[in-house]
């Protein structure tokens, strides 16, 4: 059989299943990423869990997301998180050092590897042949101590690209021109595969852009070839030694097939407020902008800062337009500066320049200005999410950007050889790159001794009950299609200092739709004992913060009823023991609304037996019959109230 390159990869990691859509499949897990915003509970469930050492051949902490220390709970969550690399045997990365995804592509990312992140971009390391997945931290806690990575196996998306970028349009339009095509949800149940003539002229940090937001299409994850590129950029990296050759047989299979032409590509833009809001930058031209933010893991290559300052060198950024910088690394950084004048030439035009990290991409700063344009270089534009309640975001290339920029509107790059009599500038990528390992700290041979420092702001992990076998609750809140972990659980400045506490955290749960969630929630709780939402399809898109599952759970929410779900926040509310039901005729939907009361029985025949589970309508006494595509692990799992509870009944057993 003639393999691509997704197929040689789960194969060689491939523990249990088989290789069939849809089938249930383990995979052996050879890396490990976390980062601040979702590593922090991360690591109190490697204490919880008892865990001496790492299993997997490499695990790395990042700080990269809550980098504001407006007061004392980012600062404590940081030193917690560097005890708690001392202790199990994690790599940290200290905060201003850059973006987990940048850095670790550049300091430990080896072509054939796979890898686990508790981040939803994790799949960008699919940009050097590697196979990576976002998950829930409680699935990135057990590949930790050594289990197995569970996933139905997806079909595979073979996307041939051919011909050749024209100028001013880069690696950012080809991922927009895919959500074109396939909006936010076209890719779930896939791994979508690039190849084809066209990888030639896609450099790895080209790649790297694609395969970020491939996570934006619902995609499982992404991947690319271990060629000649990826060869050229890891010797650059100094780590030449890392590379293997990783390409699809001739005349591989695909499931899916789909074909781009480089060469017909055009300046894209997503508007608000969704990825997949793409048209032709030139439909929106013109358009007043107030600010512009290049960088975040989705354009974090030297070249994406490198053109950027080429273009606006000796020019002065409109006076209406804030101009936001967001380098990716401290590597970036000094690299940037090597190069000529590019540094300086960035911050004589008007650049306000900050630390590495995701910074405005995750709330953290940065909040546009009220029912005004932000034009980014970022991966998502959720409502809200740039922590402006009325936002107005759109996701362009650093080409697009610094056009608009410069003009104090939304502009095609194309036109600035009309109007500044500009060529597009062309990069070179250096042969050897300034390496920076500084702010990397090694974990030490043994840890066993370390204390793990916990600030005033971090709790213990919630317990959770296992699944009632019956329940007469209300539908607490309905919302509709494509609903994402932002709104079901905001992210920001205002929240994300919460991440290790979960009672204070849960009081922003679903607060963008329904400030008064939360306390309806406690009273439901006190009343009837749990509750339910009911959704439409795709929900819980976006990141892969399991707080998003934890909160609402631990608010009593025991199952939501859904048209369809997104990969990880689906996989998030069975890890925490929330029932993830679907309609078996959607339009039962339309019937069901906030307040009802539905009634469940049986729920544990149900389940143990894989039969679907019938709930009554108290309300208007109708009955809806509803389905779930869990395994008989992942049914066992919800009853016994989420993964942590299942993990403990097993460790009892084996010590019998």
């Not at 601040?36 to 690591?43: L, R, S």
């Not at 609750?473 to 972990?485: A, F, R």
Request: net charge negative; proline share 5%.
């Amino acid at each position: 059989m003639n393999l691509n390159v997704t197929q040689k990869l789960i194969q060689s990691h491939l523990i249990s299943g088989k290789m069939t859509p849809g089938a249930e499949i383990a995979l052996r897990i050879d890396q490990s990423l976390t980062q601040d915003a979702t590593g922090t509970m991360v690591m109190l469930e490697l204490e919880a869990m008892g865990l001496k050492q790492v299993k997997t051949e490499l695990s790395a902490q990042y700080v990269d997301h809550n980098l504001l220390q407006t007061d004392f709970k980012n600062a404590d969550d940081h030193l917690f998180l560097r005890s708690a690399c001392q202790r199990f045997g994690i790599w940290y990365s200290r905060p201003g050092n850059g973006i987990s995804h940048a850095v670790h592509m550049e300091r430990f990312g080896v072509p054939g590897k796979s890898l686990i992140g508790s981040d939803s971009h994790t799949p960008a390391a699919g940009g050097m042949g590697m196979l990576a997945f976002g998950a829930g931290g409680i699935d990135v806690a057990m590949a930790i101590a050594g289990e197995p990575m569970y996933l139905k196996m997806p079909q595979v998306l073979g996307v041939k690209l051919t011909g050749k970028l024209p100028d001013w349009v880069s690696a950012k339009d080809v991922v927009l021109e895919m959500l074109r095509r396939y909006d936010v949800d076209g890719g779930r149940g896939k791994i979508i595969e690039y190849y084809g003539p066209g990888l030639e002229n896609l450099s790895a940090m080209d790649r790297h852009v694609i395969a970020n937001m491939g996570t934006e299409l619902g995609a499982t994850t992404t991947v690319f070839p271990s060629d000649e590129e990826t060869k050229r950029f890891l010797i650059a990296q100094g780590r030449g030694e890392d590379w293997v050759e990783l390409v699809a047989d001739e005349n591989a299979q695909y499931d899916l097939t789909e074909e781009i032409n480089l060469a017909e590509l055009e300046p894209l833009i997503a508007c608000p407020s969704s990825p997949g809001n793409v048209v032709p930058v030139r439909e929106v031209a013109g358009r007043e902008v107030s600010q512009v933010v290049v960088g975040s893991s989705a354009n974090p290559g030297l070249r994406d800062f490198w053109i950027v300052s080429q273009m606006v060198k000796g020019k002065t950024i409109n006076d209406r337009v804030s101009f936001d910088v967001n380098p990716t690394s401290r590597q970036a950084i000094e690299n940037l500066a090597a190069m000529g004048t590019a540094f300086v030439d960035l911050i004589h035009t008007g650049a306000r320049f900050h630390q590495a990290g995701c910074l405005g991409c995750i709330g953290m700063g940065q909040a546009p200005a009220s029912e005004q344009i932000s034009l980014r270089t970022m991966p998502r534009n959720f409502p809200g999410r740039s922590g402006t309640a009325d936002d107005r975001v759109y996701l362009c290339s650093p080409e697009t950007a610094a056009a608009s920029a410069l003009t104090g509107k939304i502009t095609d790059p194309r036109d600035l050889e009309k109007l500044y009599d500009m060529s597009y500038p062309q990069f070179e990528p250096p042969e050897t790159e300034i390496i920076n390992t500084e702010m990397l700290v090694p974990p030490p041979s043994d840890g066993s001794n370390v204390e793990i420092v916990k600030g005033p702001n971090i709790e213990s992990f919630p317990e959770f009950s296992a699944l009632p076998d019956s329940a007469s609750v209300p539908v607490l809140l309905k919302v509709g299609d494509n609903i994402s972990t932002d709104e079901i659980l905001p992210a920001g400045a205002q929240v994300l200092p919460f991440r290790s506490n979960i009672p204070k955290i849960s009081e922003f749960v679903y607060y963008l739709l329904d400030a008064t969630f939360a306390e309806r929630a406690r009273e439901t709780k006190d009343e009837y004992g749990a509750h339910v939402l009911v959704a439409g399809d795709n929900y819980a898109q976006g990141s892969s913060r399991e707080h998003a599952a934890i909160a609402p759970r631990y608010l009593g929410q025991i199952a939501v009823i859904a048209k369809s779900y997104a990969r990880i926040g689906w996989q998030n509310l069975v890890n925490f023991g929330i029932l993830p039901l679907e309609f078996v005729n959607p339009e039962d939907y339309d019937a069901i609304a906030a307040a009802d009361e539905l009634v469940f029985e049986g729920l544990h025949r149900a389940l143990k037996a894989g039969e679907n589970i019938l709930v009554k309508h108290k309300t208007c006494d109708r009955t809806y019959e509803l389905t779930y595509s869990l395994s008989e692990r992942q049914r066992e799992l919800i009853l016994a109230g989420g993964l942590i509870n299942y993990f403990k009944q097993n460790l009892a057993v084996a010590a019998q």
